[in-house]
C-alpha cells in the first residue's frame, strides 16, 4: 500500500510544476507548485502524529487515501474540461499534499501493529526504500512522461495507484 502511494506521490512531485508551467511563465508560481506539495508536511506533520495516535490507523490511511484520489480526479476534470488554472493545481497540491501527511504518518506507524518486534528494523527498510524508489526515484520520471503523452494522464495514474492502496490497506485484517 504505502509503495503503491508513493509511487503516486512521485508522479505528483513533477507532474504538478510541469502542469503550472504549462499555465503560466512565472517562475515563482512553478515553484509554489512543488512547495505547495511540502509545505503540509511543515504545518500539519506534528499534528498528523496526534490524529494518527487517536484514530484507528488503517481506517485513517484509508480515508486519507480516499480523499487524495478525490482531490486529484477534481483535477482531472478541470483537465479534462479545459477549465483550470493555476489556482486549481496549487489547491489540489496542497490539499493531496495535506492527505498524504495523514496517511503516510498513520502508515508509518501501522507498521509495529503489523511485524514482530524482531521484523521491525526490516520493516522499516522496506518501508523507506519504497519511498525512495517510488516517491524520489521512479516517480517523478514517470510523472514528466506522463505528462508529455498528456497534461492529464500522470494525475489519471495517481488515482490508480492511491486506489490501489486503498484497496491494499483495506485487505488487512
Known sequence: ???TSNVGDGIALS???LLIASLTTS????AAGAMMQFLPWLLFGLFAGSVADHFDRRRLVMIANGFRAIVVLGLVAFLVTGNVSVWVVLATAFLYGTAEVLADTAGSTLLPMLVRPVDLGVG????Q???LVGNQLAGPPIGAFLFAVGSFWPFAVQIVCVA???L???RIA
Open 168 to 170: 491494499l490497506i483495506s
Open 164 to 166: 490501489l492502496a486503498v
Open 1 to 3: 500500500s504505502s509503495w
Open 15 to 17: 507532474a504538478a510544476p
Open 124 to 127: 522499516n527498510a522496506r518501508l
Open 129 to 131: 526504500a519504497g519511498f
Open 27 to 30: 517562475p515563482l508560481l512553478v
